[in-house]
Nanobody
Framework: QVQLVESGGGLVQAGGSLRLSCAASGATDRILAMGWYRQPPGKQRELVAT???????NYADSVKGRFTISRDNAKNTVYLQMNSLKSEDTAVYYC?????????WGQGTQVTVSS
């Protein structure tokens, strides 16, 4: 199993920045990719960004140029640097770790952007 613990959410004004962190523990050697998803109020969970274990990244169109995902393999930690935040970025952000046929999720961290 893989356990994921997120941190770094909070309240920020539009145009501001936040950095989310997600620390993985357990069967981390079997993780193929990690990423961030979010669930805005009243909407379905959606992809934000992913990064593979060899560094390939993928971003939702809505965050390209504003968000950056990175990974510290030595610390088994993935980060999401969020800049130029908008009110529509308000959501619960979830960390995800993908192994073969298995997804693990963190408990979620709230990000609220005030306009």
């Amino acid at each position: 199993q893989v356990q994921l613990v997120e941190s770094g959410g909070g309240l920020v004004q539009a145009g501001g920045s936040l950095r989310l962190s997600c620390a993985a523990s357990g069967a981390t050697d079997r993780i193929l990719a990690m990423g961030w998803y979010r669930q805005p109020p009243g909407k379905q969970r959606e992809l934000v960004a992913t990064i593979t274990n060899i560094g390939f990244t993928n971003y939702a169109d809505s965050v390209k140029g504003r968000f950056t995902i990175s990974r510290d393999n030595a610390k088994n930690t993935v980060y999401l640097q969020m800049n130029s935040l908008k009110s529509e970025d308000t959501a619960v952000y979830y960390c995800n770790a993908k192994r073969t046929l298995v997804d693990s999720w963190g408990q979620g961290t709230q990000v609220t952007v005030s306009s």
